[in-house]
């Protein structure tokens, strides 16, 4: 079992900045690579970002790529997401998920196994 708690969501103005933090614990994450979703009201959960604990290969969603920052600490087994020049579009839940490293697609949600329980991100002009 993977514990996925995320944080650093909140109201942010549209041009602002936010930094999410999500930190994972009950496993050795080497095999696992994390990831960001979000589902803004009344839509799917959309793929974001994802990045593999060993190594730290990315995988962008192109919608967000340029605004979008994904990292990691493996001292602090946490990931991150740094999101730059909020848009108002940017409003929704963010998920953060694990699954294994080696799964064939890097968005789908069927190839991440935990999830944490969201954390809300509203932007306002």
């Known amino acids: 079992q993977v514990q996925l708690v995320e944080s650093g969501g909140g109201l942010a103005q549209t041009g602002g900045s936010l930094r999410l933090s999500c930190v994972a614990s009950?496993?050795?994450?080497?095999?696992?690579?994390l990831a960001w979703f979000r589902q803004a009201p009344g839509k799917e959960r959309e793929f974001v970002v994802a990045?593999?604990?060993?190594?730290?290969?990315?995988y962008y969603e192109d919608s967000v790529k340029g605004r979008f920052t994904i990292s990691r600490d493996n001292a602090k087994n946490a990931i991150y997401l740094q999101i730059a020049n909020l848009k108002l579009e940017d409003t929704a839940v963010y998920y953060c998920?694990?699954?294994?490293?080696?799964?064939?697609?890097?968005?789908?949600?069927?190839?991440?196994?935990?999830w944490g329980q969201g954390t809300q991100v509203t932007v306002s002009s």
């Open positions: 009950g496993r050795t994450l080497s095999a696992y690579r």
């Open positions: 990045i593999t604990w060993s190594g730290g290969a990315t």
């Open positions: 998920a694990a699954g294994p490293s080696d799964a064939f697609s890097w968005n789908a949600k069927w190839a991440y196994d935990y």
